[in-house]
């Protein structure tokens, strides 16, 4: 997420009532995820385990829970509880702000484009010209939609992240990590009926130009996807998963988090993608493997009775 203007880390630090260590005249351009930061974003890190990997990324500023050596061009904000602290953040730059009419005074639709009866269009929401937008969408706040783009009705675009944080001192329990990014789809993208598109935790889920997307398909926070894909219907993608482009997913693939499908490979329905997978391959099985492999995998399994009966014939 980025800030509508930098933001002093003074301020920021008197907002959390943090210790700031670091440049005193120092700016925040945004908050973002440890895998999408930038020069001029704040990050929190909360677990040892993950405080090189803060330190030497591209953020300006780390919201951490002890003090520690201050890298060369950095600033620290220390707090006791870093999770707390960008939710605090969030509630101030991005607050949910609701609204009560069918379209916000605020959304700015592009000419030419036709928004049906009963779809719900948010705060700040922009959507190109010659779009069709179908009965009884949603389309949340801060979304982007570009030109020719077709929503079909009862889809839902730029719902919360599912992404919580987990604290054995707090009895285990689940607390919400606040989703401030958003959706953009860029044009030429049709999308199905029934399907739900999450916004990013705190940058975006991207949809490429002229992809087709069928009815009931999940596509979760962060995911990429590339240009001139083909999903059908009730595919599944898990959060901040790499489509490149060209890539066909038949019906019913399911996607694990975090990983990338290579440009122009095709997974065959029901099959379930564990890991990166290359591109420029058919795929099939879960987990997923090549195509030509798995079929000659399917074929001995069915000799296993014949050769059993020999191998007891032969023992007897």
């Known amino acids: ?149 077709i929503v079909q009705a009862g889809t839902v675009i730029g719902s919360d992240a599912f992404y919580y944080n987990r604290k054995k001192q707090l009895t285990h329990q689940y607390r919400k990590m606040k989703s401030c990014g958003l959706v953009q789809i860029e044009d030429q993208v049709e999308i199905g009926a029934g399907c739900t598109i999450d916004r990013g935790v705190t940058a975006s889920t991207i949809i490429g130009a002229g992809t087709k997307i069928d009815n009931q398909v999940h596509i979760g926070h962060d995911c990429v996807i590339g240009k001139n894909c083909l999903i059908a219907a009730q595919v599944g993608l898990a959060g901040a998963v790499t489509v490149e482009d060209e890539v066909i997913l038949w019906g019913q693939v399911g996607v694990n988090k975090t990983l990338t499908i290579g440009a122009g490979a095709v997974v065959f329905g029901q099959s379930g993608v564990a890991s990166s997978i290359d591109g420029q391959k058919a795929y099939w099985g879960t987990p997923a493997i090549d195509f030509n492999e798995k079929r000659r995998e399917l074929v001995w399994v069915k000799r296993i009775p014949s050769l059993w009966e020999k191998l007891k014939a032969l023992l007897r």
């Open 1 to 149: 997420m980025q800030f509508e203007k930098p933001v002093s880390l003074t301020e920021v630090a008197s907002l959390l009532q943090a210790t700031l260590i670091g440049d005193m005249n120092g700016y925040a351009t945004g908050i973002n995820e440890i895998h999408k930061v930038e020069t001029g974003d704040l990050v929190f890190v909360d677990h040892p385990k993950y405080y090189d990997t803060c330190l030497r990324s591209a953020a300006s500023c780390i919201i951490i829970d002890r003090e520690v050596p201050l890298p060369p061009g950095k600033s620290l904000l220390v707090v006791a509880d870093p999770f707390a602290a960008y939710l605090t953040l969030v509630d101030k730059y991005r607050p949910f702000t609701p609204s009560l009419v069918s379209i916000s005074e605020t959304a700015v639709i592009g000419e030419g484009s036709i928004v049906m009866p009963g779809a719900y269009i948010g705060h700040r929401v922009t959507i190109g010209k010659n779009c069709i937008i179908h009965p009884q969408v949603t389309i949340l706040d801060h979304c982007q939609l570009g030109n020719g783009v």
